[in-house]
DNA sequence: TCCTTAGAGTATACATACAGTATTCTTGTT
DNA sequence: AACAAGAATACTGTATGTATACTCTAAGGA
């Protein structure tokens, strides 16, 4: 199976490849949250054997993106709602701490590669491409915090948002704000303002929070 | 091979074990940060083949206490010094709020459960078993809060601060204010006094960050 | 003497075979 | 007809073989 097709992939970059396609794929929710991952099939549709599908696997379980069963097939982690309140907390913590210390500490690089990011942001036109561009500014915006944990733990509440907004896509669609919004905090970095950095962090997820529980009201869940 | 010796270990726990006793062995130090890991060798050792070995390599380092070089072999995370100040950044800020939230969202199960692990922190005699007592406390207390995200990466950053334990013992040797300081704050999180709690937690990680300065300007690493 | 390079050796990354468990389908009984 | 028990199936966990990539050593050339 692993020869029949495929250009002969190099030695190493297996798993990688396949750690990424599941993930892009949970995040878009094409693989629904508690829906089975089959390793036998994922490999023969990759072309390759079950070893790297079983390592990627485990790499997503550790990233809270799989749920391994034990002696089950692992399952796309669920979408809970008991843990919304715990998300949008720990969200607004870390849009504060890395939006202040990017304030404190970035440099003249770090600005430039945020405004690339903002670039992107703006020329983005589906909700999808919206969510990667906005997780890739916010990112960042966190490096130039120079703290990898909180970039780390950053990333992975900006993946869970992702597979948010694509449950709730109204709460981004038209997202006018949004631009004004990353335009002012990106201001506040530039001329190192902390405390506008941190207030504008807050309202950030303020709008969020506020368009989800509008969202859940108008197409409750049940 | 694994048929061997071992007890026939039930189908599933093998890698729960490599990582267990691989993860022990980081922390303590028995394994040098930097040393590569061997699959073989280890896995000879335990009585079992390379692929459960390999998994729990892979989990180790998603959880970053292992570095996986490409096509070469797993080396133990080094402990670097550019990363003390994000480390000690993150961890005063972690302990922070989750004893903001415990104080804030405790029930008499989670007092419960606090006071049963600073009994055995008290008991704890070894400068390790007091790393593991300590870590066990401040995860109940983080458990308290009711955030899977700060426990979380609380835990971890734990786990480093065990290592920067044993690397420079006398941060903790003689631990006198260590109980009272303990004992000041879960004083605070059953009276529910947050600001208590905060001023506290700030106080723990501002002693270590002494100590530790301390430690260093004694035994400088070069 | 030092740098480059070729070859042997070793260990990882992947493939595949086997074993065990969970699920499902079938069959018999009430 | 509905339920339970057993068999068959399917997929996971583990073991092991194979090929590739890296390291180390040594030899040759500058």
Redesign the interface.
Request: positive net charge; hydrophobic residues 30%; aromatic residues 12%.
């Given at each position: 199976m692993p020869g029949d097709e495929g250009p002969r992939r190099r030695?190493?970059e297996g798993v990688d490849l396949v750690h990424a396609l599941l993930r892009e794929e949970i995040l878009d929710l094409v693989r629904a949250p508690g829906s089975p991952i089959d390793e036998i099939h994922l490999a023969q549709r990759l072309f390759m054997s079950r070893t790297p599908v079983?390592?990627a696997i485990?790499?997503l379980a550790?990233?809270g993106l799989v749920t391994v069963l034990?002696?089950r097939s692992a399952i796309v982690s669920t979408v809970d709602l008991v843990?919304l309140r715990?998300?949008l907390?720990?969200l607004t913590?870390m849009h504060r701490?890395t939006a202040r210390l990017a304030a404190e500490r970035r440099t003249e690089a770090d600005l430039a590669a945020i405004r690339v990011c903002q670039a992107r942001f703006t020329r983005a036109r589906s909700v999808r491409d919206r969510a990667i561009a906005d997780r890739e500014l916010h990112a960042a915006i966190a490096g130039a915090g120079?703290?990898?944990?909180?970039t780390t733990?950053l990333c992975?509440?900006l993946d869970e948002e992702r597979r948010l907004w694509c449950l709730h896509p109204s709460t981004v669609d038209p997202h006018p704000e949004g631009m004004s919004q990353h335009e002012a905090l990106l201001a506040a970095i530039t001329s190192r303002d902390i405390a506008q950095a941190d207030h504008l962090a807050q309202a950030h997820t303020l709008h969020l929070r506020t368009a989800l529980a509008q969202d859940l009201r108008r197409h409750p869940p049940f």
């Open positions: 030695r190493g079983r390592a485990v790499r550790s990233e034990p002696n843990n715990p998300f907390e720990a913590l701490v120079r703290n990898p944990y909180y733990l992975r509440l």
